[in-house]
């Protein structure tokens, strides 16, 4: 009979445990679709409107503007040895000395790690529980960075090319 309550007791406190730590999201294996990010909670007074806007739904507060057309951001460039290059530096192509230190910081959304082919050797590499990645690559030879952002609707391919001056 002691026996049998042991064993009782014992499933009973593994069958909480487990639950605490799937609570806290240490037990689903990384699935990023059940991460452990905390997630931002509006404060009830914050309102899309401007304090004292009222609207209606349907009710247009500001005439249409037209959109600025859209201008390519201009290649990083080097300083001290390092470079940083973001989402908004794909399809460029840019020249740097041997031994540059290449930071690529992936943010807003589920990146897959970037990865580098030629003469590009990954340093250090950062994945945040949102999806946001950061590797960093040293430029020994030409070559070129990729990575794809990809969500259930939409795929998005990251492509940066690299030459180095020899």
């Given amino acids: ?29 990384g699935n990023r679709h059940l991460s452990a990010c905390p997630t931002p909670t509006p404060f009830p007074s914050q309102s ?3 304090p004292g806007v009222t609207g209606a739904a349907g009710m247009q507060l ?3 503007q037209t959109a600025p057309p859209y201008v390519s951001p201009a290649p990083p460039i080097v300083v001290a040895g390092y ?7 794909a399809g460029q192509t840019v020249t ?18 970037p990865t580098a082919s030629g003469g590009l050797t990954p340093l ?12 960093t690559f040293r430029a020994y030879h030409s ?6 952002f990809d969500t259930f609707e939409v795929g998005y391919h990251f492509v940066f090319k690299v030459l ?3």
């Fill in 96 to 113: 740097v000395p041997p031994g540059t230190v290449i930071d690529v910081v992936l943010v807003n959304g589920p990146w897959s790690t």
């Fill in 83 to 89: 470079m940083t290059v973001t989402r908004e530096n």
């Fill in 143 to 148: 070559g070129q960075i990729t990575s794809e």
């Fill in 124 to 135: 250090s590499t950062q994945r945040s529980c949102n999806g946001d990645v950061s590797v």
């Fill in 164 to 166: 180095v001056t020899q």
């Fill in 1 to 29: 009979m002691r026996l049998a309550l042991s064993v009782a007791g014992s499933a009973a406190l593994l069958l909480v445990g487990f639950f605490a730590l799937f609570t806290l999201g240490i037990v689903h294996g």
């Fill in 62 to 64: 500001q005439t249409a």
């Fill in 48 to 50: 899309a409107l401007a």
